[in-house]
């Protein structure tokens, strides 16, 4: 993940994404400020957030400049993240999912606003929380 500072819309302080390094995983929602499709995914994604809590998830919606959606929005005023998590020729939206050391684990570009089901980075979110030994169970009890 690159260490892009972005604007958070709700607190007008810049937000650097190396920030939640370590803290948590991060849902990226590369959306369209102002688009009607792109709102109701920010508003069907922000239905699984105590799922991605329990998780130790949290949800961003990156937009290019300031809007209010249903999840926190950072604004891309530059491009900058885009350009360099997505590439120059990226069509938006994109749903990118990062494990809490900030490696990318999965993408579901939404070309058409074909997006994923909450649901699904609700679980991917999860299996990531549990995949290690030390934070599961590392093997099955005896049987009484």
Do not use: K, N
């Amino acid at each position: 993940m690159p260490d892009v500072a972005l604007l958070d819309v709700d607190s007008g302080e810049r937000v650097a994404l190396g920030s939640f390094r370590q803290r948590s995983a991060v849902v990226l929602a590369f959306l369209h400020a102002g688009c009607r499709a792109c709102r109701a995914f920010a508003r069907d994604l922000a239905e699984v957030a105590d799922e991605l809590g329990w998780a130790g998830a949290v949800a961003r919606a990156i937009v290019p400049v300031p809007d209010r959606l249903a999840v926190p929005v950072l604004a891309d005023l530059d491009g900058e993240l885009g350009r360099r998590l997505l590439g120059l020729d990226a069509e938006v939206p994109v749903i990118i999912v990062l494990d809490r050391y900030g490696a990318a684990t999965e993408a579901h570009p939404a070309a058409g606003h074909g997006f994923p089901a909450p649901a699904e980075i609700a679980a991917t979110v999860t299996h990531l929380a549990i995949q290690c030994p030390e934070c599961g169970v590392s093997h099955w009890p005896d049987e009484a």
